[in-house]
């Protein structure tokens, strides 16, 4: 659960909880009291229009019922029968001559006080009587008992309050429980992570930042610890990669440039000294000086591809013309290297894809580049390109030399050139480019290989 969400309903309970206290007094007294049964009871009789009194005198009893204190238990009793009873031991209905309702009475009159009289109704204020013929039969009573003091704990006022200020202190420790628990879960996790931070800064990312053991699963805490490991690993990633970046800098160019200055010391010291030597080694010179430009020209492109502001000027572009332009350069390029070249482009004319035109030529040309570098000569390069619902497959295959299992998911890193590379002027940086520009795009590429039988690289563009 969220922190905010938990302090939120944190701050809900503590509002409603001295409410709840408040109102349960009150619920819990009617709930409890004699009267309520009393009355309940009453409606019921009366209804039955048993009894022959006046409204006048049921009005009378009503009162009477009502102003019956809570700790006191009350029972009607009417011609020999108990018709209404809030005494646990005597039902509603129960009948009971004088004599076993006395004899009751006697044997419980050690533990309550016992108050007998009859209702104080009309007839009585003008006939002074509620009684047969017989003075002796007591037709209509209405008998009170509360327990006697010491023998029991009466319900009274403040045991309510007393259950309710309980209850009321109870909730707010647990409360304050919470509370502490929360702002240690807090506090530990903002330490733990302020330490994790301060490795980062350092440039220590090699320790992984571990998910807080007070923090509970699926909170803001949570979220930021897995935030924070995601950049540690990606700060790393990009550390690893800035190194191999500059140690295959360093290599690649390290070759031309001992070559530049082997042939200028040979010329300068005199070793080289006739016309055509000078003339082979100046030739020489300028062919390395031309790789060393091609060098840092890749080098540069590939890091303005790694500047993702050019997404912001892709336009849509007709995307059969694109490939028929370039299938038709490739079959130029194929016949000068002797290559055998089918292509087969079936794209609807209409169709329409936004993108870096230049981009995705320069990633087509660098696949076709070692189409033809992995292949011999008679060998044969397929450029097909199919359309079909919500998107185009763009594939260039050879039937060359293919790439190993364990070269095939590293051809997309820098510098990286498998065991089968046979072009020195490589610096590993084509396919790496490629892949830059298709994830760039949001397309996706994919590669079959096999030793020996050739390779198949497969281009899907969404359309929509």
Partial sequence: MKIRTQLKLLIIFMAVMPFFCAISIPVYHYFSSPQRFLLKGYKAIRAMNEIDFTDDDWDDLKKQLETIPPNVQTMVYYNSCIILSSIQELKPGTPMTPLELFEFIRSTSDIYDYQ??????????????????????????????????????????????????????????????????????????????????????????????????????????????????????????????????????????????????????????????????????????????????????????????????????????????????????????????????????????????????NLFNRALENIFSNALRYTSDGDTISITADQSTGSVMVSISDTGTGISEKDLEHIYDIFYRGSNSRREGSMGIGLSVVKTIIDTHGWKIDVQSKLQEGTTFTITIPVK
């Avoid at 009321?168 to 330490?195: D, M, Y």
């Avoid at 924070?228 to 191999?244: N, Y």
């Avoid at 997404?311 to 694109?322: D, K, N, S």
């Fill in 116 to 357: 007998m009289q009859t209702p104080q109704l009309n007839r009585n204020r003008k006939n002074n009587h509620i009684m047969e013929d017989n003075p002796a039969f007591v037709k209509f009573l209405v008998i009170s008992r509360s327990k006697v003091p010491g023998t029991g704990e009466r319900r009274h006022p403040r045991n309510y309050f007393l259950l309710a200020f309980l209850i009321l202190v109870t909730f707010e420790i647990s409360c304050a429980i919470f509370l502490i628990n929360l702002s240690q879960t807090i506090a530990s996790s903002i330490t733990l992570l302020e330490e994790s931070t301060q490795k980062i800064a350092a440039g220590e990312l090699d320790t992984k930042i571990e998910t807080p053991k007070q923090a509970s699963q699926s909170n803001e805490i949570t979220s930021l610890t897995e935030s924070l490991e995601k950049m540690r690993k990606s700060l790393k990633e990009d550390q690893e990669r800035k190194s191999k970046f500059i140690m295959g800098i360093s290599h690649d160019l390290r070759t031309p440039v001992a070559l530049i200055k082997g042939y200028t010391e040979a010329i300068t010291d005199g070793v080289v000294n006739d016309m055509d030597s000078v003339k082979k080694s100046l030739s020489i010179i300028h062919s390395k000086a031309d790789q060393l430009e091609s060098m840092i020209n890749d080098l540069i492109n590939y890091v303005k591809l790694n500047n993702t502001d050019w997404r912001q000027t892709l336009e849509y572009v007709a995307v059969e013309p694109v490939l028929k332009e370039f299938a038709s350069s490739a079959c130029v390029t194929a016949e000068v290297y002797k290559r055998t070249i089918l292509t087969a482009i079936n794209i609807n004319s209409e169709t329409k894809i936004r993108m870096d035109k």
